[in-house]
């Protein structure tokens, strides 16, 4: 449902009118010192100053420099109000050129049991992270010929976001499993939307990332949990070299090795079967 700001402004002046209808018209409502500028007419200082009273009055709520969302009437004047972290992240990347990736993603898409406590962003520019109001906006520097299998998610009738697609989360989180939560995690969420995952497309991410830990990883998960078919899961054995790998990157280098893969196994099997029996 869409934020009710009429009743706000009736207590504003003509200049705050303006604006909050404006963006309210534009659909921004979390807009930016440009938009101030842009919407009034008025230089930077003259434009801050603008803002700071609104904020002052909990109409607006300050995110962070130059960043700032309106606080919907319903909710007084809330001086910490976020909204949406969803639609912050998009905002912190510019709008564009990102996605919402690993344990972000896999909340979306339903491959995890717990709520995350961070939001993952990807971007191809590198970007600091941020803190806002309880809330941890983590970064990930993605090269541009990795950035593929984006889809959009509505996080309400009008606002949606850039998010990775299912088998885009599955391959980040094989890559990058520190930001899902290790690998088990990940294996989980694969358990979890096995049935909706198309295992070629999987493959098919595998092979365009050209990375063997994500490859190795991909295959060994795959086989055990039964999903894919045996030539597919051969087609990705044909793209392995020597090399071994860690199953879990972020775990001690202990466990055995086992050659099909060319992985080494500090995560069992039976650690990762255990969620099939849950």
């Not at 809330?135 to 009738?157: A, M, P, Y």
């Not at 991909?218 to 949990?225: A, C, F, K, M, P």
């Not at 899961?233 to 879990?248: A, I, N, P, S, W």
Request: net charge positive; proline share 5%.
């Amino acid at each position: 449902m869409r934020p009710n700001y009429n009743n706000n402004l009736k207590t504003l002046g003509p200049q705050s009118v303006r604006l909050v209808s404006t963006l309210y018209e534009e659909n921004k409502p979390v807009f930016r010192l440009e938009d101030v500028r842009r919407i009034l007419s008025l230089q930077e200082l003259p434009a801050s100053n603008f803002v700071r009273q609104l904020v002052n009055r909990g109409v607006a709520t300050r995110l962070k420099p130059g960043l700032f969302i309106l606080v919907p009437q319903e909710l007084g004047r809330e001086r910490e109000y976020m909204g949406s972290p969803l639609i912050v992240a998009r905002e912190l990347a510019g709008g564009k050129g990102y996605y919402l990736s690993h344990g972000t993603a896999m909340e979306i898409h339903g491959m995890v049991t717990q709520p995350q406590l961070v939001v993952h962003v990807t971007t191809m520019e590198k970007r600091r992270p941020v803190h806002i109001m309880g809330t941890d906006f983590q970064f990930i520097t993605c090269k541009k010929e990795h950035f593929f299998g984006i889809s959009e998610h509505w996080v309400t009738k009008q606002e949606k976001v850039m998010v990775s697609d299912k088998e885009k989360t599955v391959i980040d989180g094989l890559r990058q499993p520190e930001y899902c939560g290790g690998i088990t995690e990940t294996a989980k969420g694969v358990w979890m939307r096995r049935q909706n995952l198309d295992a070629d497309r999987l493959i098919e991410y595998a092979i365009t990332m050209d990375i063997g830990a994500v490859i190795r990883r991909l295959g060994y998960i795959l086989e055990l949990y039964g999903i894919g078919s045996p030539e597919k899961l051969e087609y990705l054995r044909d793209h392995l070299t020597d090399t071994y790998v860690k199953l879990d990157p972020l775990l001690p280098p202990e466990g055995k090795f086992i050659r099909k893969w060319r992985l080494h196994l500090n995560v069992s099997p039976d650690e990762l079967l255990s969620v099939v029996r849950t």
